[in-house]
């Protein structure tokens, strides 16, 4: 059984993520941080959940909350997640990492940081869409400059980044496959609670491709967490991807 610490277990992916580790037979929750001052900080998780009682009451020390863990799940913002990857070095714990927005030099750090633990980032936890960046790798690729190509995005109204991680690293797929482009734009919108869309065009003057794919509930990125870190657990020290967890299946 792996024990999973969760952050920012308030959150609406924090929740769903612990919803869904407390029915898994494979997982125990550990532990279950939020930010000081959430009006949370002591409930029982299983409470809040409204579930079996889990024996973890939700708190801001993610010292304490990190102890028996096996594993720390991280969906927060970028500040916290940082001060967290601290925290795992300490205790010398993997971390599983799904918050997004980073700035290029705190992705040189969470690098850094895998030198002394495993640990996975990932713009998108989502098993579909990281098989959707493999298609799109080869599509672009095979297609070759003959094709333009087009991305865009909708996400719900609450999401601060803008465009996605999820979406540049869809341009950076593209752009590593296509040298002859210099930039991929991507046309972002927000709209109402959409979870997460996210179209490729390739057009040449004889055909169109579209590769898409449409998140129905957040509980495929809380799924696909759950499953990486299960993943991480035991692995030696480096930088992992959801490529990785989708090839050991």
């Given at each position: 059984m792996v024990k999973v610490t969760i952050c920012g277990v308030c959150g609406k992916m924090g929740k769903r993520i612990a919803a869904l580790a407390s029915r898994d037979p494979e997982l125990a929750i550990a532990g279950a941080t939020e930010i000081q001052g959430c009006s949370l900080i002591g409930v029982n998780l299983g409470d809040e959940l409204k579930t079996h009682n889990l024996g973890v009451a939700i708190t801001a020390e993610l010292d304490e909350a990190m102890n028996d863990a096996d594993c720390?799940?991280?969906?927060?913002?970028?500040?916290?997640?940082?001060?967290?990857?601290?925290?795992a070095i300490k205790h010398s714990k993997?971390?599983?990492?799904?918050?997004?927005?980073?700035?290029?030099?705190?992705?040189?750090?969470?690098?850094?940081?895998s030198e002394n633990i495993p640990v996975l980032l990932s713009p998108n936890m989502s098993l579909g869409v990281n098989v959707v960046f493999g298609i799109v790798a080869g599509a672009a690729k095979k297609l070759g400059a003959g094709y333009a190509v087009n991305l865009n995005e909708t996400h719900h109204v609450h999401k601060k980044d803008k465009p996605s991680g999820t979406g540049k690293h869809l341009a950076e797929i593209i752009k590593k496959a296509r040298p002859d482009l210099k930039e991929v734009s991507i046309e972002s919108f927000r709209e109402g609670e959409v979870v997460g869309d996210h179209k490729v065009v390739f057009e040449s003057e004889f055909d169109t491709i579209v590769i898409s794919h449409s998140a129905k509930t957040r509980d495929i990125f809380a799924l696909g967490a759950l499953m990486a870190a299960k993943f991480l657990v035991g692995k030696k020290n480096g930088l992992y991807a959801m490529k990785d967890v989708l090839e050991a299946i």
């Open positions: 720390v799940i991280d969906f927060t913002i970028p500040a916290a997640t940082m001060e967290n990857v601290k925290i993997p971390i599983v990492i799904g918050t997004t927005g980073f700035k290029d030099a705190e992705i040189e750090e969470i690098k850094k940081a």
